[in-house]
């Protein structure tokens, strides 16, 4: 059974940084697409940053200063990192892949999803 694994969440202060990782378990996801999405309490799941197999890049606008999407393809592995976190970034983070390879905003255009990551934020 195919799963994506994130890992990195948990409970930190304002002004704290993180980083998210998220790693398939059993199979590689070689030419996919990978994307973070988040959920908030009581909100929609948002689209938050995409990386294109090759590299290519998408944020969320209210992604672009703060969070930094990378991936390792030797390592099957894709992370985001944020900085400066504030309170209005808890939220449960999802790691999706996407058999199209090219970078989505869209939540259709990804067949895997992981179970989450929450993150905390306290002020």
């Known amino acids: 059974q195919v799963q994506l694994i994130e890992s990195g969440g948990g409970l930190v202060q304002a002004g704290d940084s993180l980083t998210l990782s998220c790693a398939p378990s059993g199979r590689t996801f070689s030419g996919y697409a990978m994307g973070w999405f988040r959920q908030a309490p009581r909100k929609e799941r948002e689209f938050v940053a995409a990386?294109?197999?090759?590299?290519?890049?998408l944020y969320a606008d209210y992604a672009q200063t703060r969070f930094t999407i990378s991936r390792h393809n030797a390592k099957n592995t894709v992370y985001l990192q944020i900085i400066s976190l504030k309170p209005d970034d808890t939220a449960l983070y999802f790691c999706?892949?996407?058999?199209?390879?090219?970078?989505?905003?869209?939540?259709?255009?990804?067949?895997?999803w992981g179970q989450g990551t929450q993150v905390t934020v306290s002020s």
């Open positions: 990386i294109s197999w090759s590299g290519g890049i």
């Open positions: 999706a892949a996407s058999r199209m390879g090219a970078a989505s905003r869209s939540q259709a255009s990804y067949e895997h």
